[in-house]
């Protein structure tokens, strides 16, 4: 089975969002073939516990645990060395995709041909969490950069608010 896209979940003591987190990659309206892959950076506070219980039941879910802390650096290169496909995203461990966002996401890469995707976040109440989580409106307003390498060398901050194409993520080192 081919993957379309991996999505890369860094974990660090995020207990307390995890069922949350799960749930919104349960609920995502799409046709891709996704892979999850957590990696726990050393949690103490049962995030591991969480994670293996919430996705006993999810297809294509692969679960990394670093012993102790190690950085989000060093998660975040474990969990791409561990995705199949040729795109990858990323996201933390307390937050959620919209239901639609891959398919909004994937029609704007196909269209426009990208190399990469930035998208923004949108602060939500954690203690109602996921009942808060709509779908994207559409259409989305976009740019399209000449330079997504330039950018992404230049901005890249480590977040989860990025999807990227393996040989984009190859090219600057990440």
């Known amino acids: 089975m081919k993957v379309d896209i991996s ?6 003591n995020k207990a307390s969002y995890l069922a949350n987190t799960i749930r919104s990659l349960k609920a995502l309206e799409d046709n891709y073939i996704k892979e999850f892959i957590f990696v726990d950076d050393g949690s103490t506070d049962g995030s591991l516990n969480i994670i293996n219980q919430e996705t006993k039941d999810m297809e294509n879910v692969t679960i990394l645990a670093n012993k102790t802390n190690l950085g989000p650096a060093f998660t975040t290169n474990n969990g791409v060395a561990a995705a199949q496909a040729e795109w990858i995203f990323f996201l933390d461990g307390d937050d959620m995709f919209a239901p639609n966002a891959f398919k909004v996401m994937g029609e704007l890469l196909e269209k426009t041909k ?21 779908p994207m409106l559409e259409p989305i307003d976009y740019e399209v950069m000449d330079e997504p390498l330039k950018m992404l060398e230049d901005n890249m901050p480590g977040g989860s608010t990025y999807g990227l194409k393996r040989s984009l993520l190859e090219e600057i080192g990440k």
């Open 114 to 134: 990208a190399d990469s995707v930035y998208y923004s976040i949108k602060k939500i109440n954690a203690v109602s969490g996921y009942n808060e989580v709509k």
């Open 7 to 12: 999505i890369v979940i860094t974990v660090y």
